[in-house]
């Protein structure tokens, strides 16, 4: 029973080019009860393994988190697959508004503690009590609104290259950093104000307009499906944009284009810029914004230190860092020192 990845990234990128055919970059949560996430994690496995699904999964108690690539023939048998699950049967799918055939390369299922590392215990309060779900029309006039506070419930390298304008953007790491730095901040407004958030999709703002409500947050609202699905009510629908810039989403695309704007720069030179890379010095591998005439400058690195072990050869680049960790300098994601322009 195969229950691992038995090709590598660059097989499986070969072999999507040889096919030729199209696939779709989605993604979806679920909140519920998973008695045994070790039997469903092998489940979803051994089944999207023969559908060519390949993807980012995490499977806890609590529910799952996945984001995924599909082959577009077999996006029906997928979505059958999904509604013969219980908890699964017409779930919301975020379909990613910019497609690519590679935005994942392998299919990688989890079992973890938890679908989003929140740093909260959740019996200390009612993860059900959650805020109410507006859509795009509906969260366009609440954002309008003077008696309105809007929160960007993502870390500060998503929200650099786009957010919705007036949001409050906490200049934070992770996702658990934010939500004490928010109440804290937010403390006085508890009752006098509308307390509105978004995400990339949507799960963050799950737990979080419940803790909020808990900690008494008397108005909560969230933005139902996050970005992506307030992307497309806005197409669909024709309604007025107020996202600037890039949406980051955690494939090897790293950004969709919602506007025009760009409203970040590039971390090497300054100038208007909001492509994030990850350093090619595999040793680095940090993530950072880097402008076309920088990339080619500094051979897709972010240091000159990284440039020069870069141009070793590989086998002298796996010798300097044997035995070593993986630097903690790539969850810093733009907070290196040797970025002179980092936000």
């Given at each position: 029973?195969?229950?691992?990845?038995?090709?590598?990234a660059?097989?499986?990128e070969k072999?999507?080019?040889e096919?030729g055919?199209d696939?779709?970059?989605?993604?979806?949560?679920?909140y519920a009860h998973i008695?045994?996430?070790?039997?469903l994690?092998?489940?979803?496995f051994i089944?999207?393994?023969e559908?060519?699904?390949?993807?980012?999964?995490y499977v806890?108690?609590?529910?799952?988190?996945?984001?995924?690539?599909?082959?577009?023939?077999?996006?029906?048998?997928?979505?059958?697959?999904?509604?013969?699950i219980s908890?699964?049967?017409n779930?919301r799918?975020?379909?990613?508004?910019e497609?690519?055939?590679?935005?994942?390369?392998?299919?990688k299922?989890k079992?973890?503690?938890?679908?989003v590392?929140?740093?909260l215990?959740d019996a200390?309060?009612?993860?059900t009590?959650?805020g109410?779900?507006?859509?795009?029309?509906?969260f366009?006039r609440?954002?309008e609104?003077p008696?309105t506070?809007?929160?960007?419930?993502?870390n500060?390298?998503?929200?650099?290259?786009g957010?919705?304008?007036?949001?409050i953007?906490?200049d934070?790491?992770t996702?658990?950093?934010?939500?004490?730095?928010?109440e804290?901040?937010?403390a006085?407004?508890?009752?006098d104000?509308k307390?509105?958030?978004?995400?990339?999709?949507?799960?963050?703002c799950e737990?979080a307009s419940?803790?909020?409500?808990?900690?008494?947050?008397k108005?909560v609202?969230?933005?139902?499906?996050g970005?992506?699905?307030?992307?497309?009510?806005?197409r669909?629908?024709?309604?007025?944009?107020?996202f600037?810039g890039?949406?980051f989403?955690f494939d090897?695309r790293?950004?969709?284009?919602?506007?025009?704007?760009v409203?970040?720069?590039?971390?090497?030179?300054?100038?208007?810029?909001?492509?994030?890379?990850?350093?090619a010095?595999e040793?680095?591998?940090?993530?950072?914004i880097q402008?076309?005439?920088?990339a080619?400058?500094?051979?897709?690195c972010?240091?000159?230190?990284?440039?020069e072990?870069h141009a070793?050869?590989?086998?002298?680049?796996?010798?300097?860092r044997?035995?070593?960790?993986?630097?903690?300098?790539i969850?810093?994601?733009g907070?290196?020192?040797?970025?002179?322009?980092?936000?």
């Amino acid at each position: 029973m195969q229950l691992y990845n038995t090709l590598s990234a660059k097989e499986r990128e070969k072999l999507i080019e040889e096919a030729g055919k199209d696939r779709l970059t989605i993604s979806f949560y679920k909140y519920a009860h998973i008695g045994n996430p070790h039997i469903l994690r092998n489940h979803l496995f051994i089944t999207w393994n023969e559908m060519e699904v390949l993807g980012r999964i995490y499977v806890a108690h609590e529910g799952i988190n996945a984001q995924l690539s599909v082959p577009a023939e077999k996006f029906g048998n997928f979505k059958n697959h999904l509604d013969s699950i219980s908890f699964l049967e017409n779930v919301r799918l975020n379909i990613a508004i910019e497609q690519d055939n590679k935005s994942f390369l392998k299919l990688k299922v989890k079992v973890r503690k938890k679908i989003v590392a929140d740093g909260l215990n959740d019996a200390t309060f009612d993860v059900t009590n959650k805020g109410i779900h507006v859509g795009a029309e509906e969260f366009n006039r609440l954002i309008e609104d003077p008696d309105t506070v809007l929160v960007d419930m993502r870390n500060h390298y998503e929200s650099e290259i786009g957010h919705f304008k007036n949001a409050i953007t906490p200049d934070v790491d992770t996702f658990r950093d934010s939500l004490d730095i928010i109440e804290k901040d937010l403390a006085e407004h508890k009752e006098d104000k509308k307390l509105v958030m978004y995400c990339t999709g949507g799960i963050r703002c799950e737990k979080a307009s419940a803790y909020y409500k808990h900690k008494g947050f008397k108005n909560v609202y969230q933005l139902e499906g996050g970005i992506i699905e307030y992307t497309r009510q806005v197409r669909d629908q024709n309604l007025e944009n107020k996202f600037l810039g890039k949406n980051f989403v955690f494939d090897h695309r790293r950004g969709e284009r919602i506007s025009e704007d760009v409203i970040s720069h590039c971390h090497q030179c300054g100038k208007p810029c909001d492509t994030h890379v990850n350093c090619a010095n595999e040793a680095c591998h940090l993530l950072f914004i880097q402008c076309e005439e920088c990339a080619e400058a500094m051979d897709q690195c972010c240091s000159v230190e990284c440039q020069e072990i870069h141009a070793l050869p590989i086998e002298e680049q796996k010798r300097l860092r044997k035995g070593k960790g993986a630097s903690n300098k790539i969850f810093k994601k733009g907070r290196s020192p040797v970025l002179k322009y980092k936000r």
